[in-house]
């Protein structure tokens, strides 16, 4: 079975019911499985500090509705609990559409929901607001709502007055807990890896759980094994050949999704970290590199004074190791990035481009038809992925990897909007704004390991010494 944690809009507390929700389980229960609806990065850092394990995205747009059901029930094969936090407010999705919707991962999942209301402002409404989302799909089950930000014991009267004509159980009562608020910044919740006492805060989060929640009626909710699963649960791949790949792990470069790394080591893939920040040369005999995304504005000058790496770096892709890299790993591999304060950090150098940060954010699945051959892609494949950045570029390559076109809104749109120009890439590099999720496209998985595979072949015919000084 499981559980869906939605909220009636964003900022409504989702985060903060889901967290403590998980550190309570996790004194109950011997394996607690996280998941995230959407493409976020950061809310499943948080979930894997509090369980210890991977949390997955569930996200139909980059993949579909027969992968979001695969991942999950291969996911809780070995789980007791399950806990899906939403996105946004329950029915919002993609484009003002409701796919890719909290509701709509509940519903593919055919998970019961709890509803978060942020009860700071209402008294009697609160009624209202429930009734409306408890009705407005009849194929969804609401099964319980928390109130948070509960003001005092007279407030919690008439919000629990207000709701007892519907019947539907109240399951959680958070009052207003500044002190553990989690702190933010310009891409949402600053990282798990970031916060001094992050410890301490999941101990927070786990008394405040455990007191604040009905049990006997989550208990029941969130067991994670449903009575049959799908023929199709276990998630494919099977070992195509040996390769080490470099990966870009630090407090800079930390967007990953868990079903990349591990649709690329069911092919064979040894992941080598290495850290941007601090190391001052790659890891030896590598067959390929992934640069992440993560806040490499946040680290420039860190970054910038690690010449050694960002030579060796720099040489590296000139010599044609096979390199893929995603928004922050786009900036990283420019010749400039230019910080919030206007100071110019020079970094790679590998791309002929100054990366520069701005208020604007970009925000959004896009749907990329590719223009050039890279170590993923050939020339008119089309795929879906999410951008989400506050930073431009100076300049594009004379023939971009992407042409790409926004998700189309609900509303009818009279004329749509012509395809934009995105990324770099050559047979060997791949560098673009776009987050991609492999789960439903291992052929992209699979291409970067053969594109690995015979650089490998060309490094062993050359001998491992020779292929690794040159970059020094």
């Not at 079975?1 to 229960?29: D, F, W």
């Not at 009624?127 to 969804?140: E, K, M, N, Q």
Request: charged share 20%.
């Amino acid at each position: 079975m499981g559980i869906v944690i939605a909220g009636e809009r964003s900022g409504a507390g989702k985060t903060t019911v889901t967290l403590a929700l998980l550190a309570a389980l996790g004194r109950r229960y011997r394996c607690v499985q996280a998941f995230k609806v959407g493409p976020d990065y950061i809310d499943p850092m948080f979930h894997r500090a509090v369980t210890g394990r991977a949390a997955h995205n569930l996200d139909p747009v980059l993949t579909s509705e027969a992968y979001v059901r695969r991942c999950y029930y291969a996911r809780c094969r070995d789980a007791e609990v399950a806990v899906v936090e939403g996105v946004m407010g329950l029915f919002d999705g993609a484009g003002g559409t409701d796919w890719g919707s909290t509701a709509h991962i509940a519903r593919i999942l055919e998970l019961p929901i709890v509803l978060v209301v942020d009860c700071a402002s209402l008294s009697r409404s609160l009624a209202a607001i429930v009734h409306g989302y408890a009705t407005f799909d009849p194929r969804l089950r609401i099964a319980g709502v928390v109130l948070n930000r509960v003001g005092s014991d007279r407030h919690l009267t008439m919000l629990k007055a207000a709701l007892d004509p519907l019947k539907i159980p109240i399951v959680g009562v958070l009052r207003r807990e500044d002190a553990i608020a989690l702190p933010d910044r310009h891409l949402g919740l600053v990282p798990a890896e970031e916060l001094p006492h992050l410890a301490q805060t999941l101990d927070q989060f786990a008394e405040l759980g455990q007191r604040c929640f009905h049990w006997p009626l989550l208990d029941a909710w969130v067991q994670a094994q449903p009575a049959s699963q799908p023929e199709d649960a276990a998630l494919p791949g099977s070992p195509q050949g040996a390769v080490r790949i470099g990966i870009a792990r630090d407090r800079a470069f930390n967007f990953y999704y868990p079903d990349n790394l591990d649709t690329l080591e069911c092919l064979g893939v040894e992941w080598v970290p290495f850290s941007p920040l601090s190391d001052g040369a790659l890891p030896a005999v590598l067959d390929g590199l992934y640069l992440g995304g993560g806040f490499p504005e946040l680290f420039a000058e860190s970054l910038a004074e690690n010449v050694p790496l960002r030579t060796y770096l720099h040489r590296a892709i000139q010599h044609g190791l096979p390199t893929y890299a995603e928004c922050g790993g786009l900036m990283y591999l420019c010749q400039t990035l230019v910080d919030f304060d206007g100071n110019p950090w020079p970094m790679v150098g590998a791309l002929p481009a100054i990366a520069t940060m701005t208020r604007r954010l970009s925000l959004g699945y896009r749907q990329a038809t590719a223009r050039r051959s890279t170590p993923l892609l050939t020339p008119g494949q089309t795929l879906w992925g999410h951008e989400f950045h506050r930073s431009t570029l100076d300049s594009a390559p004379p023939t971009p990897l992407y042409q790409y076109q926004l998700y189309p809104t609900a509303a009818d749109v009279p004329e749509p909007r012509p395809p934009q120009p995105e990324g770099w890439g050559h047979n060997t590099l791949q560098a673009s704004y776009l987050h991609l999720h492999w789960g439903d496209r291992p052929d992209l998985a699979q291409r970067f390991l053969q594109t690995c595979q015979h650089y490998q072949r060309d490094r062993t015919a050359e001998g491992d010494s020779a292929s690794q000084n040159q970059y020094r």
